[in-house]
Each structure stands twice: as C-alpha cells, then as structure tokens.
C-alpha cells in the first residue's frame, strides 16, 4: 500500500510559481510510476506531467502541451517525494491537483489516470488574474 499526500498549494498571481510536493510512503519508491494530474470545478481530471524510471538512474518525464515548459516534474527518491514546480502560472492553471503513483515498469506513455492506482488527496492551487 501506498500513501500519497500533497502540498504546497495556494493562491498567486499571474505570472508567479509555486512547488508542489508529494510525499510517498513505501520502499519502493524509486521504481514507481509518479504523475501530476489537475482537476477544475465542472471539468475532468487532466495529465499534468508524469515521471518514469528507465533503469540505472534514468528517468524520463512527460508533460501536456498546456504546461510544457513552465512545469517542471522532479523526485528526491531519498526523502521519497515527488515535486511539481509551475512557473509563469495562468489563471487558467487554477484547479485541484493530485499526484499519483503505479509500482509498474513501462515505457508506455502514462497520461491516463485508470493508468495509476494510488492517488494522494488534492491540494488547491489559485491562479489570480
């Protein structure tokens, strides 16, 4: 069993950053299948960016197009967290966003979220205009 709570939510304006961080529980961490995903009021829940073990200490990361280039993905499997830094934030990044976690080695694109089977909580993030 894996247990997933999130942080580092909040309210910012337009054009700020904020990190989010999502501490894992489980040894076996490091091999997990770790991915943000988002959820706005009367919307579905939306892939983020997601990050993948690829043997030795090879990862690879994935992101929407929405988010590429101002989201950042990153792990510290040391302290078993998972970390989410958003910069330049739109209004239109305002949701609930979740992490979320599968003990699978894939290379398979992981964009789903029937793909992960623990998730953590939720944390606000706001977005001002």
């Known amino acids: 069993q894996v247990q997933l709570v999130e942080s580092g939510g909040g309210l910012v304006q337009a054009g700020g950053s904020l990190r989010l961080s999502c501490e894992a529980s489980?040894?076996?961490?490091?091999?997990?299948?770790m991915g943000w995903f988002r959820q706005a009021p009367g919307k579905e829940r939306e892939f983020v960016g997601s990050?993948?073990?690829?043997?030795?200490?090879?990862?690879?990361?994935d992101y929407a197009a929405s988010v590429k280039g101002r989201f950042t993905v990153s792990r510290d499997n040391a302290k078993n967290t998972l970390y989410l830094q958003m910069n330049s934030l739109k209004p239109e990044d305002t949701a609930v966003y979740y992490c979320?976690?599968?003990?699978?080695?894939?290379?398979?694109?992981?964009?789903?979220?029937?793909?992960?089977?623990?998730w953590g909580q939720g944390t606000q993030v706001t977005v001002s205009s």
């Open positions: 990050i993948s073990w690829r043997g030795d200490n090879t990862y690879y990361t």
């Open positions: 489980g040894r076996t961490f490091s091999s997990y299948v």
């Open positions: 979320a976690a599968v003990g699978t080695f894939t290379r398979a694109t992981m964009r789903l979220p029937s793909q992960y089977t623990y």
